[in-house]
């Protein structure tokens, strides 16, 4: 099981450097991309700025408490955008036939179809700001650098990397039964954006559905719950079962999917 993974990191080590290599043989193009993204981040973010100009607290949730969950958000964000282009291409792949290609490899098809290719350009700005964020909030919330806190916060990176991938790419699987998940690509994407916000705006049953029915929030709010000690137990058990439950789930559709495949030469 360890070999397995580490053969699977040095994959994914292997695909990150050939697409960095890709990607910088059109600087340009690259640099634009940043700097495109940069000013999509500064759009977005304008609401931190209008957060500490008016000094709101929402549920007990400081400016500073809240600087520490957009930050997450942010890197969360960026995370999520490295490996989108691949969630994207899945469809192409399995309406053209193509997927042959990777069926043939000596890997899992799944991993390797999800992984082949690792944006650089949109993920920097926004992995970058969401530190510059999380640190400012973190050091004015009082939190203790140490590295017990530093420990919890990178396994919940983790934990939420595992459950965004497995939660955005259960809708493009569906692509083995539809002819286009287009619109279903375009809610999720939408729901993505839902959680730019602490769920404690909004009201118990649109946090449980978010904690627990499609568990979204915990992506981004759980990681400051637990740093600053507000978590139930309940919620702390759900929030290392979910991306387990998510990705069997994502698993057994990518299986069922292979089954009605129908490849390009068939």
Do not use: H
Request: with cysteine; charged share 10%.
């Amino acid at each position: 099981m360890i070999n397995l993974l580490k053969r699977y990191l040095v994959l994914i080590f292997m695909f990150a450097r050939n697409s960095l290599a890709g990607q910088l043989e059109y600087r340009v193009n690259f640099i634009m991309g940043v700097l495109v993204e940069a000013g999509f981040l500064v759009v977005k973010l304008t609401y931190v700025v209008l957060i500490y100009k008016t000094g709101v607290n929402i549920n007990g949730m400081s400016p500073d408490y809240m600087l520490v969950f957009i930050g997450t958000y942010t890197i969360m964000t960026g995370i999520y955008m490295s490996f989108y282009t691949n969630f994207w291409n899945l469809t192409n792949y399995i309406r053209e036939g193509t997927l042959d290609l990777y069926l043939t490899k000596p890997v899992s098809g799944l991993f390797l179809v999800t992984f082949r290719y690792i944006d650089f350009a949109t993920p920097l700005p926004a992995i970058t700001a969401g530190f510059i964020m999380l640190g400012i909030g973190w050091n004015r919330c009082g939190f203790s650098v140490n590295f017990n806190n530093i420990g919890i916060f990178t396994g919940c990176l983790t934990v939420g990397t595992v459950l965004t991938y497995s939660l955005f790419l259960m809708p493009r699987l569906l692509g083995f039964w539809t002819m286009s998940t287009t619109g279903i690509a375009q809610i999720s994407d939408a729901i993505w954006d839902f959680n730019n916000m602490p769920m404690k705006i909004y009201n118990k049953i649109i946090q449980e559905i978010g904690c627990f029915i499609f568990p979204i929030f915990l992506i981004t709010n759980v990681p400051g719950l637990i740093i600053g000690g507000y978590i139930s137990r309940i919620l702390l058990i759900w929030y290392f079962m979910a991306p387990v439950i998510t990705l069997s789930i994502c698993v057994i559709m990518w299986r069922a999917g292979i089954k009605r495949y129908s490849s390009a030469s068939s």
